[in-house]
Structure formats: C-alpha cells, structure tokens
C-alpha cells in the first residue's frame, strides 16, 4: 500500500517550528512521508499561532484556500494545531466544517490517532488538553539540519504581560531535567551538530520548577562543555530575570555565542508597568551595559511593540533613546495588536492605527541606522561563518555562500576563485569587507575552510540520492528536533 502523504505549514516562533518538527517525526514515526513540492498531500497540518491579531485571518485564510482542494481530493484531511487551536478548539470546526482534527500545544502527540480516528468513524476529532501530556522533547522529530539543533529545555511561562496570551495557551512553566538536556545535546554532537539553541519561553527562569536556583547558569556550562560542540546560544530570555552568573557563564565558556535576544517590548517606564513587565528603562541599559562589559563583541537583538494602549510621543521618545543607547544590531518590530482575552486588548486609550504606523516607520528607520552602524564597526574584522543552506537567496546566481558569525550576524562569504567550497555545516574564516543594515559581505580566507562532521552528514545525505531525507534516514542517528530546512512557515 503506498504511504499517505503530509505537508506542514508553520505559523509564528520558534517554539512553533521546534514543535512542527515533532509533528513531521510522530507522523513519518507512524508511517508517513513528506509529499513532494508539487503533489497534493493527503494530509495537510496547519501548526499555528495566536499572538498576532491577524492569526485568525491568515489560518482561516488558508483553510479557505484548501477547501476545493480537499473537495477535489477525496481522502485529503486538514489537521490543525497549536495556539490559536488551543484557544479556539470547537469554533474551528464550526467556522470551516471540512477540517478533520483539532489538537492543542499540550497534546502534539496525539495527531496520528486523532487523524486515523477522523478518517475511520468519518467525523472530525476535536481534542485539546488543558495539561502538558509529554514534554515535546520525549516525542520523534524529523531532523533536516545537520549543523544547527533547537533544544527545548522548559515549556509555558509564569508571566502575566498584560499583551501577551502565550501563558493561557502554554500553561505554566515545565521544566526538563538538566540531565535529559544533556543527553539529547549529545546525541545531538555524536551525529555532527556543531551549534545548538536552547528553547524556552523564558530560559533564565529555567529551574524554578525543578527548585534549582541558578540553573540556568549551571545549564549554559554544562552544555557549553559538551566535546565537540562549539555554538551554545538561547532564546528568549526576560530582562527581569536576568542574572549576573548568567552574564558570566557566557563569557567563561568559550562555546556560548557572544550573541544575547534582550526584548525590550517599550523604553517607557510607564508603558513597562501597564505591560506588566518587571523592569525598567535603566534596569535594562544597565543588563546591557554589563553584558558588553563581559562581551565586548556581543551582537545584542531585541524585540519592540509600537503604540500600546496610552503609549504617547514622550513614550515613544524613550523607546528611540534606548535603541540609540543599546546599539541594538538587530530588532524585532511590531506594531501592537490587540488579543482578545489578554488584559491589553480592553484598555482604554488604544492608539490610533495612522499614529502607531507613523511611529512604527520611524523606529523601523532608526533600528536600521544604528544596526548598519554597529555592523560598519565590523569592517575590517574576521569572522567564522556557519556555512548554512537557504541564508543567501542570491547565493547560487554570485557564487556567494551564507551563514551566521560566532555572534549570530548574517554573512555572505564571496569565495576564492578556482577554490574548494564549503559544504552546509562546514566553517569558514572570512574578512569582512562591506556591511549593510541587515547582513555582512566577507572575503574568504584562501585557507580558512575547515571541514566538519556536519558537512560529513550533509554530504552524505545529498550522495544517499535523498537529499530531501531527514539526515538520521542515512546513517546519522535517531529522529531529535532540529530547525527545519523544509517544513513550511506559512506567510
């Protein structure tokens, strides 16, 4: 009998595409296969998020868009999933009647069953768990990266931002074991995998539930040390709980990236408390302040939101002092939208849409003059770049190879004429000779290239004549949650 087929699509963060890669495993784990580009899939999972007002429109938009498809196919079935599945639950099926399984962000691991269920009894299966079923970590996940790793170390938050619905569809924060961390770190390292990224609504509360103080430290230590991995960094930390033995883990241990995610959400004091966020404008410069102190090459990111409710232009002016202090090299900008059943989306006072787009385009205009500023100061410089696949679009027309620096900055490598080129996973030392807002332009070194065991693994992948096979399908491993070459992230 041939394999049914899937295709997934991914809206929203990282713990979105980190869980999506745990669905592809417990499917292909239960016997499906990755439908080609221009195949119809039998089964089509929509992996979605609820942080951004128009979640609803865009999955609604694509379940619009599927239904003929589905009516042309018999057979086909639509599985959604995530937060917006979470916080939506029945009214999905009302809404768009052709859906055939609805699971929540704390039971993934149910997809296989509900879709065989939907299938037998010819009626749609609408399952959502108000507790965490199994840590994501625990279930299979299709591996495409043979480089790069997303480790999940806690999931759900104890935060109550007054913007933001991820605790009610998440839940409370669940921490893993330190030792099963490990672990999947090293598997991870024995199948090639040079660089990791630990996962975690907010990594630097990581041991509150398991009453370790200072875990997080202990755990940046603890992986940083793994033989034979050289790139630690983590995503997102909060500024509230930022530590000094945090800072100084990163800058003792020579595999922690020299690369920090800060969000800062608003500069304004007042707009930090009716968020609820427990810091304030110099509280955070100072955080900055001291990294750079430790870290003095750290390429420092952050996430903003323009025109939350009663923000004013005195407001807004804080929020562009702290960009021109921070010398962000990168941010996140959004314009605020409100979420119904957040505590933001019932004040009064929302901004007026003409005025958040104004101050959206001028905190835009700033966040790329000072990044270019910042990436200017690296002319001149060497870096090593983490020869990456689908970082450069241009890359095959110039001859160019992409990846990311030791602080996580975007650079595309012009090579050596007559040179041999680097593999993806492969490192190269370049000079880096033009910047721009959002990338660096760098030379290579004549005989920078060092070859690695994640190169191995992606060539033996392309020569296994699978290039599209999951890399442990060739001789590399087990299934582990890896960043995804070939899922889809849905726009």
């Given amino acids: 009998m041939t394999a049914r087929t899937y295709e997934l699509r991914t809206f929203g963060c990282q713990m979105n595409a980190h869980d999506s890669q745990r669905l592809a495993g417990l499917l292909e784990h239960a016997g499906y296969v990755r439908a080609g580009e221009d195949d119809t899939p039998d089964v089509v999972v929509l992996n979605t998020c609820a942080v951004r007002e128009n979640a609803d429109n865009r999955l609604y938009g694509h379940l619009g868009h599927l239904a003929p498809v589905k009516r042309a196919n018999p057979g086909m079935q639509i599985a959604v999933g995530g937060c917006l599945a979470q916080k939506d639950r029945g009214e999905i099926t009302r809404r768009a009647p052709w859906v055939d399984v609805v699971f929540g962000t704390n039971n993934l691991g149910s997809l296989p069953t509900l879709l065989e269920r939907a299938r037998i009894e010819q009626e749609a299966q609408v399952e959502i768990r108000e507790a965490l079923e199994a840590f994501p970590s625990t279930l299979p996940a299709r591996r495409d990266s043979p480089y790069a790793a997303w480790v999940s170390i806690s999931v759900g938050c104890n935060n109550t931002c007054t913007f933001c619905i991820v605790p009610s569809l998440r839940g409370r924060q669940r921490d893993r074991r330190p030792a099963d961390i490990l672990r999947e770190v ?11 990224t630990l996962l975690g609504q907010n990594v630097n509360t ?15 230590r603890e992986v940083g040390s793994v033989p034979g991995l050289e790139r630690v960094r983590f995503t997102s930390p909060h500024p509230r709980d930022f530590t000094t033995d945090v800072i100084e883990a990163m800058a003792q241990t020579p595999a922690v990236m020299p690369a920090l995610h800060m969000p800062l959400q608003s500069g304004s004091d007042r707009v930090l408390r009716a968020m609820r966020r427990s810091y304030r404008k110099q509280r955070y410069l100072q955080i900055i302040d001291e990294v750079r102190a430790a870290l003095p090459e750290a390429a420092i990111t952050t996430d903003i939101i323009v025109g939350f409710p009663t923000e004013t232009e005195d407001d807004f002016a804080d929020t562009l002092d702290v960009v021109r202090q921070a010398r962000f090299s990168g941010a996140f900008t959004f314009q605020y939208s409100p979420r119904p059943g957040t505590p933001a989306a019932s004040m009064d006072a929302q901004v007026p849409k003409e005025v958040v787009q104004d101050r959206y385009d001028r905190l835009v205009s700033l966040v790329e003059d000072v990044a270019w500023a910042e990436n200017r100061a690296r002319l001149g410089t060497d870096v090593e770049v983490l020869v990456a696949v689908g970082e450069g679009r241009k890359d095959a027309a110039t001859g160019r190879v992409s990846g990311r ?16 080129p680097p593999r993806p ?46 890399i442990e399908d060739v001789g590399a ?10 899922l889809r992230v849905a726009g």
């Fill in 425 to 470: 996973g492969d490192l190269l030392m370049a000079t880096v000779t033009r910047a721009a807002p959002h990338h660096l332009i760098a030379s290579a070194s004549p005989a920078g290239l060092r070859r690695t065991p994640a190169g191995d693994a992606w060539e033996a992948r392309e020569r296994s004549g699978r290039p599209d096979a999951p």
């Fill in 206 to 220: 990581y041991g509150v539930d398991i009453a370790r103080p200072g875990a997080f430290a202990d755990l940046l």
């Fill in 477 to 486: 491993g087990t299934f582990l949650g890896l960043p995804s070459l070939g």
């Fill in 186 to 196: 090293e598997v991870l390292v024995g199948q090639g995998v040079l660089e990791v």
């Fill in 405 to 420: 620096a030791r602080d996580n900055r975007l650079v595309h490598v012009d090579l050596p004429p007559e040179s041999d």
